[in-house]
C-alpha cells in the first residue's frame, strides 16, 4: 500500500472516532480559499473566496499570513506578511472566520478552527498544519482534542513515512504493535478506548 507522502499536495484526511475530521497538511505552506476544483486552495472552503485568498506559512519564527484577497487578523486588515500567534482570529472576505490555534509549546504544529459555520470539501470540523508531531489527546494542549480518551496518541514523520506511537499495546491495520509503528495511506488504528483511520486525498 502506497506511503502517505506519495500523494499529491502532502494532504490526508484523519477521521477520529466519536471526535470528528480533520484535514492535515503536511507541507510548510497552504493556502486557503474557495472550493472549486481543479485548482482549489490546499484548505477548501464553501464561502464566497478567491482561489487562492490567502496563504499561511510555516518557518523557523512560526506562522505568518499572506493576504491576496480582504483577510484580517484580529481585526487588522492584513497589508503585508503578518505574523499569527496562538489563538488569533482570522477572516476571510466578508464572512468566514476562523481561530488559529498554536496549543502545544514545544511543537510547531497547529490547527485551525472554522468559527463561522464554513466548511472544507470533503467536510471537516476542522485542519490541522502539522509539523514535526500531531497529537491526539484529552489535555487541551493536544491538537486534536479528543475529551473521552484515557492518553495520548502521537503522529509523527519519520524517513518521510507517517508513524504512529502511544505507550502499549494497539493495532495497525488489525495487526498487534506495541509502543509505536508505520502507517500506511489508508491505515485504521486501533486502541483500547480510540480508534482513527487515515484516508489519502487524490489531489
Same mark, same amino acid.
Given at each position: ?31 486557503? /480559499?474557495?472550493?472549486?476544483? &481543479? ?5 477548501? +472552503?464553501? #464561502? $464566497?473566496?478567491? @482561489?487562492?485568498? !490567502? ?61 463561522? /459555520?464554513?466548511?472544507?470539501? &470533503? ?5 490541522? +498544519?502539522? #509539523? $514535526?508531531?500531531? @497529537?491526539?489527546? !484529552? ?36 495487526r498487534p504493535v506495541r509502543d509505536r509503528a508505520p502507517l500506511d495511506a489508508a491505515s485504521r488504528v486501533q486502541g483500547e478506548d480510540w480508534s482513527f483511520t487515515l484516508e489519502p486525498l487524490s489531489c
Amino acid at each position: 500500500m502506497p506511503t502517505l507522502n506519495r500523494f499529491h499536495g502532502e494532504r490526508f484526511l484523519l477521521w477520529v472516532d466519536g471526535v470528528g475530521g480533520y484535514l492535515v497538511c503536511l507541507q510548510p505552506s497552504v493556502t486557503l /480559499g474557495r472550493a472549486e476544483p &481543479p485548482a482549489a486552495a490546499d484548505i477548501p +472552503l464553501i #464561502a $464566497d473566496l478567491s @482561489i487562492p485568498h !490567502a496563504r499561511i506559512t510555516r518557518d523557523g519564527e512560526g506562522y505568518t499570513i499572506e493576504a491576496f484577497r480582504p483577510t484580517w487578523v484580529d481585526g487588522r486588515l492584513v497589508e503585508r506578511l503578518t505574523l499569527l500567534s496562538d489563538d488569533c482570529r482570522l477572516q476571510l472576505g466578508g464572512a468566514v472566520r476562523l481561530r488559529f490555534r498554536r496549543p502545544h509549546a514545544l511543537s510547531a504544529s497547529a490547527r485551525l478552527e472554522y468559527l463561522s /459555520g464554513h466548511r472544507t470539501v &470533503p467536510t471537516t470540523d476542522g485542519a490541522v +498544519l502539522m #509539523a $514535526d508531531h500531531l @497529537i491526539l489527546g !484529552a489535555k487541551p494542549r493536544s491538537h486534536v482534542v479528543c475529551r473521552e480518551w484515557a492518553g495520548e496518541v502521537i503522529l509523527f514523520q519519520e524517513n518521510g513515512r507517517l508513524h504512529c506511537k502511544t505507550p502499549g499495546r494497539f493495532a495497525v491495520d488489525g495487526r498487534p504493535v506495541r509502543d509505536r509503528a508505520p502507517l500506511d495511506a489508508a491505515s485504521r488504528v486501533q486502541g483500547e478506548d480510540w480508534s482513527f483511520t487515515l484516508e489519502p486525498l487524490s489531489c
